[in-house]
């Protein structure tokens, strides 16, 4: 047999195979490690303006810098919620594997999980569709009319994992704010309606069929 001269980098031992999803998770631990700062922030800022209400006796702040305030706590509140959704989901990835794969399969032939009349609520054609099992997980509906994608209402948790209001999106991906009033849900997260009906007659009236 010939023998064959090995170079240098020939015979240095091959390099271990680093995880890829190492850099994943530290951006993960990374990001909710600031998601926990920014509610401590929020929750001391909150309490040195009470007590500073408190010994000087101020009154509430104007309605315009309240609705601020509560509009950027709600904005912190569906961030971290949607942090820990992904962190949830990519936790269940991890454990189950291919169950995933199970977890947001749709069933044979296309056909929804759940579908929901409207007809009754909104009018002729209206429908609600669950079409997998992370639709009905995360209380997400696609609405439809006459079979063209409207929009989606979604009931969104709050941080203590309690359901609270309905977010609304067109078929656009632009979000539908209530006016204030009785669909819109009390008492400081203006941005969400008051019931699943309120949002889908929302997206209804932003609809237009092609």
Partial sequence: MRDEKLTPRAREPAEPARPQHVDGQAGVAAARDEA??????????RRRTARARRETGAGAPPPAEERRLAEAAHALAEAARELARLVRDSGRRAAAGAGTRERTRRPGGGEPLVTLDLAHRVGPGWRLYQFTTADRDAHRWHLRHDGHAAGIVT???NLR??????????????????????????????SL?????????????AHRCP
């Fill in 193 to 205: 309606w008051s019931t699943r009906t309120a949002a889908v007659r929302a997206v209804a009236r």
């Fill in 155 to 157: 009931h969104v948790l």
């Fill in 36 to 45: 926990a700062r920014a509610l401590d922030r929020l929750d001391a800022a």
């Fill in 161 to 190: 994992g309690r359901r609270t209001g309905w977010e609304a999106y067109d078929a656009r991906g632009f979000r539908l704010r209530p006016e204030p009033g009785p669909d819109a849900y009390p008492p400081a997260m203006p």
